[in-house]
């Protein structure tokens, strides 16, 4: 009877891969010359662990893990492969179960119950820690699983018809991921496809190292973008405080110049302004004032000038005369006084007489 060695669920989720850990320690060349004895410190610890911190012993029993885990998932995958072909088998006998052949059927069939028993014999006993004392799974037991089993001539039929079903679906399975990686092989008769086929996963393993390849090249360049980018914002960092520093320096040294440059700047300006507001009035008096009018004005200027300058004349022979009037003491003013009274009258007398004359006449 076909026995099912895959896992109950029948789930394909991929096993991690182990991956080297990045180096703990990366010390540059200053800090090996800053610390000597934290070089020699190095230097004794790489006698017993590696670059990457485990030591001799158990780096030995990572690798026996990491093979046997490999030989583990080898032997997982097998039979996860077959059991996803057996399901495909069936899920196709299931979609054309009306134009399967009786003897195609009676195939199918007896392979689909064969499955059935295998996965419901695994599920009761799932693992190898069972103990015999632990009660069956609703009191069944493997031999009633086994009772429902097929003839054991359908199972041998089964049996020999299995093989070659797997080995057509496989066939076309690796010729489709043939002709993904390889589209001028589509071409290709059957025999040279099969032959390539073989050279399938040599071709795979080899493009998965050049994946992982790339794939530690990302990571180391995006180990160094990060040290690049923590330098850089360092560096910038820095770059800043000195401009900073520079700013205020440089801001309070030419403050004192800056003031003294806008202030001559205002008066300049200033000057600026008056001369035109000159220049404007300047313009308003050519503007109303004519040669003409110019001469004649100069003219009136002139006589004025000849009149007042009489008149000071006059007026500084009347500031004699009174000085030497002064000096005659008060009588002199009471002559004057006397002078000024007459003065009014006569002044008077005229007006009266004048008044006098209009009224007769």
């Given at each position: 009877m076909f026995a099912y060695s895959?896992?109950?669920?029948?789930?394909?989720?991929?096993?991690p891969e182990h991956k080297e850990p990045s180096c703990l320690c990366q010390p540059s060349e200053d800090d090996l010359s800053q610390h000597p004895g934290f070089a020699d410190l190095l230097l004794r610890l790489r006698q017993h662990v590696d670059e990457t911190g485990l030591s001799t012993s158990l780096r030995k029993e990572l690798e026996q893990a990491d093979r046997e885990l490999k030989l583990q998932r080898v032997g997982w995958l097998r039979s996860e492969l077959l059991h996803r072909l057996i399901q495909e088998l069936l899920q196709e006998y299931h979609a054309q179960k009306w134009e399967t052949p009786p003897e195609d059927?009676?195939?199918?069939?007896?392979?689909?119950?064969?499955?059935?028993?295998?996965?419901?014999?695994?599920?009761?006993?799932?693992?190898?820690?069972?103990?015999?004392?632990?009660?069956?799974?609703?009191?069944?037991?493997?031999?009633?699983?086994?009772?429902?089993?097929?003839?054991?001539?359908?199972?041998?039929?089964?049996?020999?018809?299995?093989?070659g079903e797997l080995e057509q679906r496989l066939k076309r399975k690796c010729f489709s991921v043939l002709s993904y990686y390889k589209p001028e092989c589509e071409a290709d008769s059957r025999e040279l496809k099969t032959a390539k086929s073989c050279q399938l996963a040599e071709l795979l393993e080899e493009e998965n190292r050049r994946l992982q390849a790339e794939r530690e090249g990302i990571r180391a360049q995006a180990r160094l973008l990060q040290e690049q980018r923590v330098i850089y914002l360092a560096i910038?960092?820095?770059?800043?405080?000195?401009?900073?520093?520079?700013?205020m320096d440089f801001r309070l040294k030419t403050q004192s110049d800056l003031d003294r440059k806008t202030v001559e700047y205002l008066e300049v300006k200033c000057n600026t302004i008056l001369l035109q507001i000159r220049t404007g009035e300047l313009e308003i008096l050519l503007e109303t004032y004519t040669a003409e009018r110019v001469s004649a004005h100069r003219t009136i200027r002139a006589t004025l000038e000849e009149k007042i300058q009489k008149e000071e004349q006059a007026m500084a022979t009347s500031r004699r005369l009174l000085h030497s009037y002064e000096v005659l003491g008060a009588e002199f003013e009471s002559l004057v006084q006397e002078y000024t009274h007459l003065k009014e009258e006569i002044v008077n007398k005229k007006w009266a007489l004048h008044e006098f004359t209009k009224s007769n006449q």
């Amino acid at each position: 009877m076909f026995a099912y060695s895959g896992f109950g669920d029948g789930n394909s989720s991929e096993l991690p891969e182990h991956k080297e850990p990045s180096c703990l320690c990366q010390p540059s060349e200053d800090d090996l010359s800053q610390h000597p004895g934290f070089a020699d410190l190095l230097l004794r610890l790489r006698q017993h662990v590696d670059e990457t911190g485990l030591s001799t012993s158990l780096r030995k029993e990572l690798e026996q893990a990491d093979r046997e885990l490999k030989l583990q998932r080898v032997g997982w995958l097998r039979s996860e492969l077959l059991h996803r072909l057996i399901q495909e088998l069936l899920q196709e006998y299931h979609a054309q179960k009306w134009e399967t052949p009786p003897e195609d059927a009676t195939f199918y069939e007896t392979l689909e119950q064969c499955l059935l028993v295998a996965e419901c014999t695994k599920s009761l006993d799932p693992s190898k820690t069972t103990t015999q004392d632990a009660p069956p799974l609703l009191g069944l037991e493997i031999q009633h699983l086994m009772s429902l089993a097929p003839e054991s001539e359908s199972i041998r039929q089964m049996k020999e018809q299995l093989p070659g079903e797997l080995e057509q679906r496989l066939k076309r399975k690796c010729f489709s991921v043939l002709s993904y990686y390889k589209p001028e092989c589509e071409a290709d008769s059957r025999e040279l496809k099969t032959a390539k086929s073989c050279q399938l996963a040599e071709l795979l393993e080899e493009e998965n190292r050049r994946l992982q390849a790339e794939r530690e090249g990302i990571r180391a360049q995006a180990r160094l973008l990060q040290e690049q980018r923590v330098i850089y914002l360092a560096i910038l960092t820095r770059c800043l405080g000195l401009l900073q520093r520079l700013l205020m320096d440089f801001r309070l040294k030419t403050q004192s110049d800056l003031d003294r440059k806008t202030v001559e700047y205002l008066e300049v300006k200033c000057n600026t302004i008056l001369l035109q507001i000159r220049t404007g009035e300047l313009e308003i008096l050519l503007e109303t004032y004519t040669a003409e009018r110019v001469s004649a004005h100069r003219t009136i200027r002139a006589t004025l000038e000849e009149k007042i300058q009489k008149e000071e004349q006059a007026m500084a022979t009347s500031r004699r005369l009174l000085h030497s009037y002064e000096v005659l003491g008060a009588e002199f003013e009471s002559l004057v006084q006397e002078y000024t009274h007459l003065k009014e009258e006569i002044v008077n007398k005229k007006w009266a007489l004048h008044e006098f004359t209009k009224s007769n006449q």
